[in-house]
Nanobody, 118 residues
Framework: QVQLVESGGGLVQPGGSLRLSCAAS????????MGWYRQAPGKQRELVAA???????NYADSVKGRFTISRDNAKNTVYLQMNSLKPEDTAVYYC????????????WGQGTQVTVSS
């Protein structure tokens, strides 16, 4: 059974920081591309950051320079370090795993709430 379990969300003030974690099980983690998506109420889900198994990363323009995605293959965990948080970062953040096999659908975590407010 594949599971992606997010943690680390919460309430922070603008300018603050949070680190999200996503622990994966049931997959060969090191060969999966991992990503973080977010969805605010009434908005489409959007890609925030992604990291390939080998470590190459991509970021949404809105978070470049503020967020850092990383992975620890030994722990089957992907992280999202979020600094200089803004109110517009408020959303449910979802962990995503992309299989190297094209016939296998993406896997998703259940999400963790991030609220940035003073």
């Amino acid at each position: 059974q594949v599971q992606l379990v997010e943690s680390g969300g919460g309430l922070v003030q603008p300018g603050g920081s949070l680190r999200l974690s996503c622990a994966a099980s049931g997959i060969i983690f090191s060969i999966y591309a991992m990503g973080w998506y977010r969805q605010a109420p009434g908005k489409q889900r959007e890609l925030v950051a992604a990291i390939a198994g080998g470590g190459n990363t991509n970021y949404a323009d809105s978070v470049k320079g503020r967020f850092t995605i990383s992975r620890d293959n030994a722990k089957n965990t992907v992280y999202l370090q979020m600094n200089s948080l803004k109110p517009e970062d408020t959303a449910v953040y979802y962990c995503n795993g992309k299989s190297p096999f094209t016939t296998v659908n993406d896997y998703w975590g259940q999400g963790t709430q991030v609220t940035v407010s003073s």
